[in-house]
Structure formats: structure tokens, C-alpha cells
């Protein structure tokens, strides 16, 4: 079995509760950290881990307390993302009603390390319930002398505030999370400034995902190094990947990093292999938004290495042959999926998400949609393809946030890939726009 | 569908609640308590009316048209009147392969409605939404705070006959 950080005790009974949680060994790293330790130090073994954010952006996550401004007399605060809504991702929604108290921990150690007094987890509406489970565990950690004035006698203090997001998945980018926090629509907001020197309410602000802030009290217990220790190169430590789609065992694993993809989605241990019956077609590994795979680049590489669960191997050959880890959304299809109504499907996404502010995303996710809807409903043309092409690389890179790339990525992949799963549906028009039908013939083009 | 009285005004208990969230912000930052304070009033209205914003407004002591602007903006904020049950389900693409639009196909039927619309006993409404986080457990509703997973035409048959008695 594979070492666990995140969910070594996610199964025991009762580990929703504080007192469960502290037989488990919980909140001492807040004892060592409060107790024993400089904020700097914390921050420092932030840095010697090598985490890297669990949201999808992949930043190192000390580095990125590094950047944060101290000004004196104006507060700093830590806001936790937990507005989880990139489809393909539920491994912090699992997390957060599993096992919250880990979350907590990861945010009184967070803060104090930031020096902030009053942070935030926002998280997203939909999640009521999740949000109920997170106060009643801060009730408690309160109690105990873990949060609130002066903590453990250290003369620290510490206000943790959950704050419920109205459903927006843009919310999920980080300064349209600090605008929403703020009481206003989630429009991303122009950088510079960024939130370590202007974030909420004009003071310094780190942004960081759950599953990263969680990983902080391991991290505390056995040091940086040794969290540095596990998985591959930069990608260090583990990951939570939430597995979903034409699977035997759907659901969230925590793997090591550079565990091998094959390994992954064959293996008992995880997701037990494509469905009975059925073969692999393509797989979306970092959720909706990295590129679309074809099988016979899932599991090796263009240059036939072995393809590994990491950052770097993931997105081993670019995206002419490779993809992203991202926030570990991993989407596996067998040959029933039909690879254009899935990218109609995800680019009606974007389009519903879009905040607005650039044109070139508010118009050009829209427009996708359409021609995407018209290609998998029968009326398509040749020059369609071509023309999804050539919008999808007029809104990457041209917009203040990462929500165009995350439109354009799923489009112009599969087109990349499967491309002649197109064409079978703008040839065969009557047969295409039958409800269940799927092209049959060559299942890709590398 | 739920008559919102005129004046509007919350009960004391959620009043006592929109207190203690006001109180979470710094001094001067009380809209921040905009999002958690409209989900406590769709709570006790089902949607969000024109005067319900304006009281939200008044409370928070901020321009009605900033109530306005992000009720409008995100999805969760029900701007009609809605049925007793709003039936939110996930047409995003893992549920999709997991067999959700034959669910919600099968859904549809027996409540007779579409995406959007409420049965004529005021008893459902259906939304169709984005992902849910829960991926993995699909095809999903939610019905207020509750999740229903790993639907099937047999659950969902189930789930409402319970929710119809």
C-alpha cells in the first residue's frame, strides 16, 4: 500500500469529530508549530516540502507565502479555495465531509505561519452541507483552545470564517474568489496587482486550494524534507485524484506522485480498470479543462516511456501529445463515448461560466458551443473544424484569467486527436445525430 | 409556490443569524455578508423578489442594484418563484457518461416538465446546473442541502414518490 498523508484515517468512524481526530495524532501539529516553531520556519518547511497547489495551477505553495507583503499595521489574511467546481474534480468536497478537521488544522498552522488573524475558507454554495460539517468542527477546535484569542496561551489569534460561494465556477480563480468574498459578481480582476500585495480588501492575501493547506500538518510532523522525500523530481508528496467516468471503481485515491497511469487505472488498488466489457478510448487526466488523451497516448508516452501520474510526465511532449495534471479530475472514456458531444458538452460549460469581462471569451465560448452543438446535431460543415480551430486559439491567452485557455484546451485537443471522429459526424449527418450514436472506425490520430 | 408577505421581513431567528454573519467582517465590510445573506433569505422565501433584495439592501446598508447585480450573477439565487422541491441536476459531462441524460430524460417524464419549469401542483421545480463536485458518484440532483447519488430511473422514481407524499 501506498503511503497516505491526506487520508491515512479518512475511514476510521467517527473522524468527522474532534476527539476522533485528536486520538488520531490531530491538531499536534499545531502544538509543534504554535509552540516550538517561528512563523518563518513554518514557511520555511512550506518551501523544503515542494508542495505544489492541488487546485490545478500547480505553483509551489511556499514560494507563493513568500511573495505575500508584510506592510506594517495593515491586517494580511489567508483565504482557503474550496469552491471546487472544474468537472472531473470532488476529491476537496470528499476531503472537507470526511475528515474537516484536517482541513482546520492545515488552516490554523497556514495562518499563523502568514501572521494572519482572520482567514477564510470559501466554499462553494452548492456544498451547503459540507459548509455545516466545517462550522460544527470549528466549534469544537474552539473549545479546545485551538482557535479563537490567544491560542494554547501563545498570545495568537485566530478567526476562521466559512464563507458559502452562490454557484460560479469562475469563483474558483482566485481573485474572482477575493471579489465574491467581497460581496460582489466574480469577475476576475486584472494582475498586477496580485493578491500577495492587494487581495482582500486591498490587503496582502495567499490564495490557497484544500488539498494543499491540508498537507501542512504532515508536513509539520516529519518536516519538509521528508514530505520532499515521496513521489518524483518537482512533483513531490501526494495527490489526491478524483477518478470518475467508464471506470470499475470510481471515486477519490490519494497516490503517490509518479505511481505510472497504468498502474492507476488498472490496478485494484484504484480505479480497477475501464468497465467490464469495454476498452480504453481517451482519458481527461486534470479535469475538464487539460487536453483530451487518445488511448494509445494514455499510458506512454509519444516517445513509448512509460506515462507517470507527476506533473512533468503528464505533460511530457506539449500539448501535441500530452496533457496536464491539473487539479487531478481524471475522466476515463471506453469506445461508447462520443468524443463531439463531449466537447459540446464541456464547451457549453465554458460558455455558461464565462464571466463576461473579455470578448474575446464571452463571445468566443459562446460561439464554440454553437458550432459544436451544430456539428453533433447533424448540421455541421467540413469548414466548422477548422473554424473551432482557429476561435479556440483566438481566446488562449488573450483574456486576464485562466478561464479561456480552460475552454479553448478541451476543444482544440480533441479536435487534435479526433479529428476524424469530426468529420464521421459532419459525412454522416442522419447517423451522427442519432441519440447514443458513436463513431466506429479508427479510434484516433496521434 | 411560496407568497412572499409584504412587508418583508426575516423571522427573529434568521434575523439573529444575519447579525452574527454581519459580524464575521472587518468594520465597513458588511457586504461581504451579501452571498450568505441571500442564501438565508431563499431559505425562508424559496427565491429572491425585487423587495426581498431592497430589504437585503436595507440591512446591509448598500445600493439595491448591488443586490441586484450578483443575485443575477450566480446560479444558486432563484429569481422566480420556485416548487416546493427544486430538483437541481448535473448535466456535465462525467455525469453524462455515468447514464445522466437518460436519467434526467426519465425524470422529466414523470414529473412531465422541462428544464426551467414547475409541475402544476407546485410540488417541483426543475434546474438544470453545471458540475456539482461529485463526479465520481453520478449521475447527481441535489434537492436543497441534499445530494442524491449514483441515480438510476428506479431511485429517482423512489425519491420522488417520497417527496410527493
Known amino acids: 500500500m501506498a503511503r497516505k498523508i491526506l487520508t491515512e484515517h479518512i475511514n476510521i468512524p467517527g473522524i468527522e469529530s474532534f476527539d476522533v481526530y485528536r486520538q488520531q495524532g490531530g491538531y499536534t501539529a499545531v502544538e509543534k508549530a504554535i509552540k516550538t516553531m517561528t512563523p518563518e520556519e513554518v514557511v520555511e518547511e512550506a518551501k523544503k516540502s515542494g508542495v505544489r497547489g492541488r487546485g490545478g495551477a500547480g505553483f509551489p505553495m511556499g514560494m507563493k507565502w513568500g511573495f505575500l507583503a508584510k506592510p506594517e499595521g495593515i491586517p494580511r489574511y489567508l483565504v482557503c479555495n474550496a469552491d471546487e467546481s472544474e468537472p472531473g474534480t470532488f476529491k476537496d468536497h470528499h476531503l472537507m465531509k470526511s475528515i474537516p478537521h484536517l482541513l482546520i488544522e492545515g488552516m490554523i498552522i497556514s495562518s499563523f505561519a502568514l501572521g494572519a488573524n482572520k482567514s477564510f475558507i470559501y466554499v462553494r454554495g452548492e456544498l451547503m452541507y459540507v459548509i455545516r460539517i466545517l462550522e460544527k468542527a470549528i466549534e469544537e477546535a474552539k473549545a479546545k483552545g ?43 480582476r486584472n494582475k498586477p496587482p496580485f493578491p500577495a ?23 509539520i510532523n516529519n518536516g519538509g524534507d521528508a514530505y520532499a ?3 518524483i523530481g518537482r512533483s513531490t508528496g501526494t495527490k489526491l485524484i478524483s477518478a ?17 497511469v497504468d498502474e492507476f487505472l488498472n490496478s485494484d488498488e484504484y480505479c480497477g480498470g475501464v468497465r467490464k466489457g469495454h476498452h480504453l478510448k481517451a482519458l481527461v487526466a486534470g479535469g475538464s479543462s487539460v487536453p483530451i488523451l487518445p488511448a494509445n497516448l494514455i499510458t506512454k508516452t509519444a516517445n513509448g516511456e512509460d506515462r507517470l501520474m507527476s506533473y ?16 487531478g479530475g481524471f475522466i476515463v472514456f471506453d469506445e461508447t463515448a462520443c468524443i463531439v458531444r463531449n466537447t459540446w458538452n464541456f464547451s457549453r460549460f465554458y460558455h455558461h461560466e464565462s464571466c463576461g469581462q473579455c470578448s474575446p471569451c464571452r463571445e468566443g465560448t459562446g460561439w464554440m458551443e454553437k ?17 473551432l480551430v482557429d476561435i479556440s486559439k483566438k481566446i488562449e491567452g488573450n483574456t486576464i484569467c485562466p478561464l479561456g485557455d480552460a475552454a479553448a484546451w478541451p476543444v482544440a485537443s480533441a479536435i487534435r486527436h479526433f479529428r476524424d471522429e469530426f468529420m464521421w459526424h459532419i459525412t454522416n449527418p442522419l447517423e451522427a445525430s442519432q441519440p447514443g450514436a458513436v463513431y466506429q472506425g479508427e479510434m484516433a490520430l496521434v | 409556490m411560496t407568497e412572499i408577505p409584504n412587508p418583508v421581513a426575516f423571522t427573529p431567528e434568521r434575523l439573529e443569524k444575519v447579525k452574527e454573519i454581519i459580524a464575521r467582517y472587518p468594520e465597513g465590510r458588511q457586504k461581504s455578508a451579501l452571498l450568505p445573506v441571500l442564501h438565508v433569505a431563499q431559505e425562508q422565501w424559496g427565491w429572491l423578489s425585487s423587495e426581498v433584495m431592497d430589504y437585503v439592501a436595507g440591512i446591509l446598508r448598500i445600493e439595491p442594484v448591488e443586490v441586484y447585480e450578483v443575485a443575477t450573477f450566480y446560479t444558486m439565487y432563484h429569481l422566480d418563484p420556485v416548487g416546493k422541491h427544486v430538483i437541481e441536476y448535473c448535466r456535465t459531462g462525467p455525469c453524462c457518461l455515468m447514464g445522466g441524460e437518460d436519467v434526467y430524460g426519465h425524470l422529466k417524464q414523470k414529473l ?33 442541502e ?20
Open chain 1, 371 to 387: 458550432v459544436l452543438h451544430r456539428i453533433e446535431h447533424g448540421h455541421g460543415s467540413m469548414h466548422d473544424i477548422d473554424l
Open chain 2, 146 to 165: 441534499k445530494y442524491y447519488m449514483n441515480l438510476t430511473n428506479d431511485r429517482v422514481d423512489e425519491i420522488i414518490e417520497e417527496l410527493s407524499k
Open chain 1, 146 to 188: 485551538f482557535l479563537g484569542k490567544n491560542i494554547l496561551g501563545s498570545g495568537y489569534d485566530l478567526e476562521l470564517i466559512v464563507q458559502p460561494g452562490g454557484g460560479a465556477y469562475i469563483c474558483g480563480e482566485e481573485t474572482a474568489l477575493l471579489e465574491s468574498l467581497e460581496g460582489k459578481r466574480g469577475n476576475p
Open chain 1, 312 to 327: 512533468e510526465s503528464l505533460s511530457d511532449g506539449g500539448f501535441a501529445t500530452g496533457t496536464m495534471l491539473g487539479s
Open chain 1, 229 to 231: 522525500a515521496i513521489g
Open chain 2, 112 to 144: 412531465g416538465i422541462g428544464a426551467g419549469e414547475t409541475t402544476s401542483d407546485g410540488l417541483f421545480t426543475l434546474k438544470e446546473v453545471e458540475c456539482l463536485a461529485a463526479c465520481g458518484w453520478g449521475p447527481v440532483f441535489q434537492i436543497r
Open chain 1, 197 to 219: 500585495v492587494k487581495g482582500l480588501y486591498q490587503s496582502p492575501t495567499v490564495v490557497n486550494n484544500v488539498e494543499s493547506i491540508s498537507n501542512m500538518p504532515w508536513i
Open chain 1, 244 to 260: 470518475s467516468g467508464h471506470i470499475q471503481k470510481p471515486g477519490v485515491y490519494e497516490i503517490e506522485l509518479g505511481l505510472s
